[in-house]
């Protein structure tokens, strides 16, 4: 089941607010912050936006899918977000870090212990000439951790991730989706606050994408990680409970679920489809509205008592509740 209606999120200009005395700080609660995010990269003598004024919050302890056509903007959101990249402006935030103001050693410190990242390809992961449990203790050994402490924390996190028995295999000796589990075992080696992953199940069948995916749960529940997964699998987007879609370099929408239980004990997922309205007052509708009402260039608006009336230009029709709502 699935219901549309419009969320109201952070947007507008790329320059970074200050908030006015006493006024809260946009997103002062969330774990992720991005505001009015821009991108832009040269290309030659041709300058690329890849992000628009994206906004994003992400909370402690959520797992979110972050979709789009190619283009859109979500690997560039996943570079900026894992320190990988720096935004042209706005302003981007994971915990206490400035992703923008960083020193080059903060980002080091950054990388190493408040985000892990999974990439897409397996073989990109993980070190080849390694046991898994090997791969696993690398990152804390990095980080000064005790040879019995690194010994004791990788069993604990290939266990939980469901591959305990291949901890003295090497990366080869692996299937795709073993690989990817232990990927996410390294990722979650030095306890971060964030697992970002880019397309993690892109190279495996279904059911290796099903354990992979399972994993993630797990790092989410067993953990309290929070987990940002971009994907073009419907089939993984709809396993998390926010969807958050980028189209042209912002936030076009977002899809919340939800289990709900009837007077019979019987239990569903509903799908609620919210537009996203940032605080420049825009919204993007979404192509199939579009499309049915033959919505292009100039739109006039109707102010209602609980919503407001889009319609092609034109006359408005003469019964209200006819256009766009």
């Given at each position: 089941?699935?219901?549309?209606?419009?969320?109201?999120?952070?947007?507008?200009?790329?320059?970074?607010?200050?908030?006015?005395?006493?006024?809260?700080?946009?997103?002062?609660?969330?774990?992720?912050?991005?505001?009015?995010?821009?991108?832009?990269?040269?290309?030659?003598?041709?300058?690329?936006?890849?992000?628009?004024?994206?906004?994003?919050?992400?909370?402690?302890?959520?797992?979110?899918?972050?979709?789009?056509?190619?283009?859109?903007?979500?690997?560039?959101?996943?570079?900026?977000?894992?320190?990988?990249?720096?935004?042209?402006?706005?302003?981007?935030?994971?915990?206490?870090?400035?992703?923008?103001?960083?020193?080059?050693?903060?980002?080091?410190?950054?990388?190493?212990?408040?985000?892990?990242?999974?990439?897409?390809?397996?073989?990109?992961?993980?070190?080849?000439?390694?046991?898994?449990?090997?791969?696993?203790?690398?990152?804390?050994?990095?980080?000064?951790?005790?040879?019995?402490?690194?010994?004791?924390?990788?069993?604990?996190?290939?266990?939980?991730?469901?591959?305990?028995?291949?901890?003295?295999?090497?990366?080869?000796?692996?299937?795709?989706?073993?690989?990817?589990?232990?990927?996410?075992?390294?990722?979650?080696?030095?306890?971060?606050?964030?697992?970002?992953?880019?397309?993690?199940?892109?190279?495996?069948?279904?059911?290796?994408?099903?354990?992979?995916?399972?994993?993630?749960?797990?790092?989410?529940?067993?953990?309290g990680t929070t987990v940002v997964i971009v994907t073009h699998d419907a089939a993984v987007a709809e396993q998390v409970e926010r969807?958050?879609?980028?189209?042209?370099?912002?936030?076009?929408?977002?899809?919340?679920?939800?289990?709900?239980?009837?007077?019979?004990?019987?239990?569903?997922?509903?799908?609620?489809?919210?537009?996203?309205?940032?605080?420049?007052?825009?919204?993007?509708?979404?192509?199939?509205?579009?499309?049915?009402?033959?919505?292009?260039?100039?739109?006039?608006?109707?102010?209602?008592?609980?919503?407001?009336?889009?319609?092609?230009?034109?006359?408005?029709?003469?019964?209200?509740?006819?256009?766009?709502?």
């Open positions: 089941m699935t219901r549309r209606t419009t969320r109201e999120t952070g947007g507008g200009a790329a320059a970074v607010r200050v908030p006015r005395p006493g006024a809260a700080e946009y997103g002062a609660g969330a774990l992720i912050v991005c505001d009015s995010l821009v991108r832009i990269h040269q290309v030659g003598d041709i300058e690329v936006q890849a992000l628009q004024g994206l906004d994003l919050l992400v909370d402690a302890g959520e797992m979110i899918a972050v979709v789009g056509a190619s283009g859109a903007g979500k690997s560039t959101l996943l570079q900026i977000v894992s320190g990988l990249d720096v935004p042209t402006a706005g302003r981007a935030r994971v915990g206490r870090w400035d992703l923008l103001r960083m020193t080059p050693a903060d980002r080091v410190t950054y990388r190493r212990e408040v985000v892990g990242f999974v990439w897409q390809r397996t073989a990109r992961n993980l070190v080849p000439y390694l046991s898994a449990g090997e791969n696993v203790g690398l990152p804390m050994a990095f980080a000064g951790v005790r040879r019995r402490e690194r010994a004791g924390r990788a069993a604990d996190l290939l266990g939980m991730l469901g591959i305990a028995d291949r901890a003295d295999r090497r990366p080869a000796q692996l299937s795709g989706g073993e690989q990817q589990r232990v990927a996410i075992a390294v990722a979650l080696a030095n306890h971060p606050q964030v697992l970002l992953a880019d397309e993690p199940t892109g190279e495996l069948d279904r059911a290796s994408g099903s354990d992979v995916m399972a994993a993630m749960h797990a790092a989410n529940r067993e953990l969807t958050v879609a980028i189209r042209d370099g912002r936030t076009a929408s977002e899809v919340v679920r939800r289990r709900e239980v009837d007077a019979a004990g019987a239990s569903r997922v509903v799908a609620e489809e919210y537009a996203v309205l940032d605080r420049a007052g825009r919204l993007q509708l979404p192509a199939s509205y579009r499309r049915s009402l033959d919505l292009r260039g100039r739109v006039r608006l109707e102010l209602e008592d609980d919503h407001v009336g889009v319609w092609p230009d034109g006359p408005a029709p003469a019964g209200r509740g006819d256009g766009a709502r």
